[in-house]
């Protein structure tokens, strides 16, 4: 698997970090790691090129770990260490994963919080995030009902579509959603459980407070 990642993953960034000298370099260097291959990926890479910034700062990592948090987790850790060995230091590691179906979400979070890695984690799924756009969701919601009620408002949805810019005007009321969900469910420490809930709004929010010298 390290030959494949690092064609894929590390050759790109190394070649076009080789291009740039030193000093311009942009920091601080943010490594996306995202469960899925399509929504997740297609969201942050949207939101980086209209802040401008370039892959190298914000290298985005979709599907290449497996589907499971642990493991998605695990690839993150790995994935740093080979920018290490390049040269290269990753400042800030964000994992995004969904509870979805999965189980052992606790030692996702343990293991994530060992290496000081952020979390991006949906409560059932990432298109919780997507809702809170447009509605409140604040009672328990399975993922097939939020891709119903989410289609009520982009009614030709799927997952390989590109909605950063349809959501863009909404995007300061679903963060504010998002803070109450979490202060709704803060004393609750199981994470499975918090149902609905996100903190995709705060890699957001970190996302929107950086700016980059290049054009992804």
Known sequence: MAASIKSKTLFQVRR????KEPSRIPRPIVLIVCEGKKTEPKYFIALRKMKRISPEQIPIIGGEGGSHPRSIVKHAKFLKQEFKKEGLS?????CVFDRDVHRGIEAAFQQANANQFNIAFSNPS?????????????SHIERREVIRKLKRYIQRYHK???????????QSVATKRAQDLRKYHRDNQDQETKNPSTSVDQLVSYLNSLEGPGIA
Request: aromatic share 22%; net charge negative.
């Open 16 to 19: 076009s970090f080789a291009r």
């Open 160 to 170: 390989a579509m590109e909605v950063y810019q349809i959501l863009l005007g909404h």
């Open 90 to 94: 990753v400042d800030e590691v964000w």
């Open 126 to 138: 990432f298109e919780l995030w997507y809702l809170l756009h447009y509605k409140d969701q604040t």
